[in-house]
Structure formats: C-alpha cells, structure tokens
C-alpha cells in the first residue's frame, strides 16, 4: 500500500495537475531544470502553500489529520536555512523535537551522530562553514523522525564525500520504513540513490517512474535543451551533458 498519495495537485501557476504516489522504504527523486516546480512540490506537501488537488497519507485525506499531527508525520528541510541567532549545534538539532513536545536526549544525539555533527554539538551553528551547517539542519529533520521527509537539495554547499554520506543517509532514513521525496539537480546521484524519480519541466510532470524508464537520452534532452550521456550500468552510474 502507498504511504502517501498525491491526485490533481496544482499551487497557482507554479504546478499543474500533479499526480504521484511513495511507498515506505522508497527514495522519490523529484529533478528537472530550475523553475519546473520541484521545491514548490516539496513546500505544497508539507502544506506551506495553498494548493488544489488531493494529499493522502495511509489512506487519509491530510486535511483530516490535525496541525500537531501532520508536523510528526511530514517534515521539510527547505534548500535555504539559516539561523538568526547564534544558536549551538545542539539546540538547532533539539528543535526537531518540538513538534513531540519532548527533548529526548537520546533521538536528538543520534541525529548528530548520523550526519557527523556530534562532535561540535556546543559550537554557534554561525560559526560553521556553509556544509557543515547543511549537515546540522538535516539533523535537525532527522530528529523529528517524521513519516515522510521533504528534502529541498541537501547536498549543495556539501564537497563529494558529504554529498555521498548526505545522500546515503537518507537512502538509510527510508529503508528504515519511511519515505523519503528529495529534489535534486545532481542526476548521476539520483540515478545512484533513489528507487523512482519523477521529472518535470515547466510546472507540469513529464514523467514519474523507475530509475531507467525516466532518465533515457529521449526524455532529458527533451526537457533539458542539451544532449546527454547515459550509462546506468556503471557502478555508480552516469549521467553527464555532452
């Protein structure tokens, strides 16, 4: 059975008619050229954009489940954050909790541990370089251990030994029986780390399925102007313009 379940969801002239459904254990890539939609698909999931259309989550209508309970179940990690306070490591992670009410010690320092922030737990999260700071809000999502989580391009201020620890994080996240739909520009990673993918191009879905049924040389050239190079057989796999 789908985890979650999307139907005619449309956010203004930002997104079109946009159907698609996850399962736990599953990683959803969401990719295409800058302006096709991809984060305002995250943010109208999470519900922080008025939208038309149908969200289910075990079946439910979302609408039928309350405020403090949609904050557990569904979580985002927007592309931009930043911290107007000088605030430690340790308490910016902790806020994932909030919407559990609780602080629990044990949740907030394997979220730490997880993205390898554990070690400068009491440093001002404004003291950290830009990766590191990346790190420190993915635990901060991590800690809330919601159902399904929103990833708005993790891995980009990450150098290319983050970005594959970053990436294989959340492949780990979702096999632990969540769902993770994460949007991405990076398309040989998201051939490496997720299960399905779905591309879109100009607020619309061009097309949503395995790995290898979405990137074909037919369809990016299609939807990114440019020809490419595919080889999905190599370890890890390729993806690269011409």
């Given at each position: 059975?789908?985890?979650?379940?999307?139907?005619?969801?449309?956010?203004?002239?930002?997104?079109?008619?946009?159907?698609?459904?996850?399962?736990?254990?599953?990683?959803?890539?969401?990719?295409?050229?800058?302006?096709?939609?991809?984060?305002?698909?995250?943010?109208?999931?999470?519900?922080?954009?008025?939208?038309?259309?149908?969200?289910?989550?075990?079946?439910?209508?979302?609408?039928?489940?309350?405020?403090?309970?949609?904050?557990?179940?569904?979580?985002?990690?927007?592309?931009?954050?930043?911290?107007?306070?000088?605030?430690?490591?340790?308490?910016?992670?902790?806020?994932?909790?909030?919407?559990?009410?609780?602080?629990?010690?044990?949740?907030?320092?394997?979220?730490?541990?997880?993205?390898?922030?554990?070690?400068?737990?009491?440093?001002?999260?404004?003291?950290?370089?830009?990766?590191?700071?990346?790190?420190?809000?993915?635990?901060?999502?991590?800690?809330?251990?919601?159902?399904?989580?929103?990833?708005?391009?993790?891995?980009?201020?990450?150098?290319?030994?983050?970005?594959?620890?970053?990436?294989?994080?959340?492949?780990?996240?979702?096999?632990?029986?969540?769902?993770?739909?994460?949007?991405?520009?990076?398309?040989?990673?998201?051939?490496?780390?997720?299960?399905?993918?779905?591309?879109?191009?100009?607020?619309?879905?061009?097309?949503?399925?395995?790995?290898?049924q979405v990137l074909t040389e037919k369809l990016l050239q299609q939807v990114f102007k440019v020809e490419v190079f595919i080889d999905l057989a190599a370890r890890p796999p390729v993806v690269l313009s011409r």
């Amino acid at each position: 059975m789908d985890l979650m379940t999307i139907s005619g969801l449309s956010v203004m002239q930002r997104l079109q008619d946009i159907d698609l459904s996850i399962r736990a254990g599953v990683v959803l890539g969401l990719i295409g050229p800058n302006g096709a939609g991809k984060s305002t698909l995250l943010h109208a999931i999470a519900g922080l954009l008025d939208s038309s259309g149908q969200i289910e989550l075990d079946g439910q209508p979302i609408e039928q489940y309350s405020a403090e309970q949609r904050a557990r179940l569904i979580a985002l990690q927007p592309q931009f954050l930043e911290s107007a306070w000088a605030l430690s490591v340790h308490d910016i992670v902790s806020m994932g909790r909030l919407p559990w009410a609780d602080s629990d010690q044990q949740i907030i320092e394997q979220a730490m541990r997880r993205t390898n922030v554990l070690g400068f737990a009491q440093r001002p999260v404004n003291q950290l370089s830009g990766g590191e700071r990346a790190r420190v809000w993915l635990a901060r999502v991590l800690a809330n251990q919601p159902r399904v989580l929103l990833v708005d391009e993790p891995i980009a201020n990450l150098d290319i030994h983050y970005q594959q620890d970053v990436m294989q994080i959340l492949r780990d996240y979702a096999q632990q029986g969540h769902a993770v739909i994460i949007a991405l520009h990076d398309l040989s990673l998201a051939a490496r780390y997720c299960d399905r993918l779905c591309l879109l191009e100009q607020t619309q879905l061009v097309s949503c399925g395995r790995v290898d049924q979405v990137l074909t040389e037919k369809l990016l050239q299609q939807v990114f102007k440019v020809e490419v190079f595919i080889d999905l057989a190599a370890r890890p796999p390729v993806v690269l313009s011409r």
